[in-house]
């Protein structure tokens, strides 16, 4: 892992004409499935199809990644609750509320876009009863 670029990794996976890479570090949680799938067809020597499954996923991490930077755990947290990997979306310190119920509502959908809702109806379940929390219901 040698660089932390979340906008710009499925260049510098590909690497250059003599197979140099660098890969990325913070967006792979959120994207996993995908970046399976890519790095699969990458290793088979089929870029086309690497750069097709990665390009849905680059407009998710640039919102995850959205200034203020900093809150960009609060993304990866909400996608992990949205997937049923935490039975909760409760963060330490409260960081749960960093980022703002359109930020969430956009990375909901640009999750969907990119086929990484593992489970789309429970994710749609849990989007359903956040938002009411939020007022929004």
């Not at 710009?8 to 994207?31: C, K, M």
């Not at 900093?70 to 960093?98: C, D, P």
């Not at 509502?105 to 939020?134: H, N, Y």
Request: net charge negative; aromatic share 10%; charged share 20%.
């Amino acid at each position: 892992m040698y660089t932390g670029d979340d906008f710009n990794y499925a260049e510098l996976i590909a690497g250059d004409d003599q197979g140099y890479s660098d890969a990325l570090l913070g967006i792979f949680d959120a994207i996993a499935p995908a970046a399976s799938a890519a790095l699969a067809h990458l290793a088979a020597g089929n870029q086309d199809r690497f750069h097709e499954i990665f390009a849905p996923t680059v407009p998710l991490s640039r919102h995850i990644f959205g200034a203020p930077t900093r809150f960009y755990k609060t993304g990866i947290v909400f996608l992990a609750w949205l997937n049923g990997h935490q039975t909760h979306f409760t963060m330490v310190g409260g960081q749960e509320s960093a980022r703002s119920t359109l930020h969430l509502v956009e990375l909901f959908r640009l999750a969907d876009q990119a086929g990484l809702l593992i489970d789309p109806e429970m994710a749609c379940s849990r989007m359903k009863t956040w938002l009411e929390t939020r007022g929004v219901g």
